[in-house]
């Protein structure tokens, strides 16, 4: 079976990788493969702490990949030699105020019902496990069975294990989808190549739906949606684990890597294709990180990028087949690329070389826009 991937951020590179692996013929088209919001991304693996009223669909893809994330890493790290930053040291979520208390009560006993263990602790519990947590901290949850992971890593460790595959990377940007027969049969590049397959994967997070030669209402609409995160750095030890925090209703988060980096982000921004750094967006990250963490003003500056999220209609993710034969989607993925990585790979891989849709995925086929 011959695919063309259009698209190589995490979802892409790792449905590259598991097809290729199977024996099909796979070209992945990328002007700039591994980057994107991938590398602006923190990397999460918190479906407990990302739980939403309503999404309950959402939250058991989620734990289906979390799941999965020992196995995916453990192999992807032994083909490639390459490690991925990932962490299993759960999660701590604490409120700021007496409302942010209430909410994460109210959230806990939600998570309850749906039988996920978290465990309710007051606000000196939330001291001791990260000592520089705020005085003033009302209390928070420990998610024991979350993490994290860095995706400046695990996109070249995905990107590497495709190529140890036989994957091709194209590095130019698909212009064109090539339709004959009413079938998908390739996409045109933007120097006018053609790429030939029978089947063809969109997985180009926001970009998805822009491609010419879509037929009107075959792709349901996919909105690119602002993020903004900084990185800090420092040499001594400053949080132990991933920590979010409700601070006056607004959400935070800041992850720890080894080498002393920390991730604070982000902002959440309806603001189309626009990825400028703005004033107002820092301004906003640091001030509720630093009502939670007093001393994080005192960290070394290192960076700053902002990215686009892919939403779908309903916030999540769009996999399987499309109503143009041959045509199939990988995107929508929004907040959780990275969370849903092994188990996106794992849906799209049996959609396209089975031309089956597991039962983990059903809710998620495009189809359910139509």
Known sequence: MDIVIVGAGVIG????WRTAARGATVTLVDPAPASGASAVAAGMLTPVSELTYGEEPLLRLGLASRDRYGAFVAELEELTGLGTGYRTDGIIEVAFGSDDLKYLDELRRFQESLGIPTEALTGREC?????MLAPGVRGGLLAPEDGSIDPRRLAPALLAAAERHGVRLVRRRAAGLIVENDTAAGVRLDDGT????GTVLLAAGPWSGGIEGLPPGI???????????LRLRTAAPFIQRCTRGLVKGSSIYLVPRADGEIVVGATQEEMGFDTRVTAGGLWELLRDARELL????ELEFAEVSAGLRPGSP????MMGPTALPGLFLGTGHFRNGVLLTPVSADILAEVLLDGTVPEVGRHFTPDRFL
């Open 13 to 16: 590179l790792a449905t590259a």
């Open 127 to 131: 001291r001791r496990l990260e000592p």
């Open 194 to 197: 053609e790429i030939r397959a």
């Open 219 to 229: 792709v349901p609409p996919v909105r690119p949606v602002k993020g903004q995160v």
């Open 294 to 297: 007093p001393g994080i003003t």
């Open 314 to 317: 309903d916030n999540a993710p």
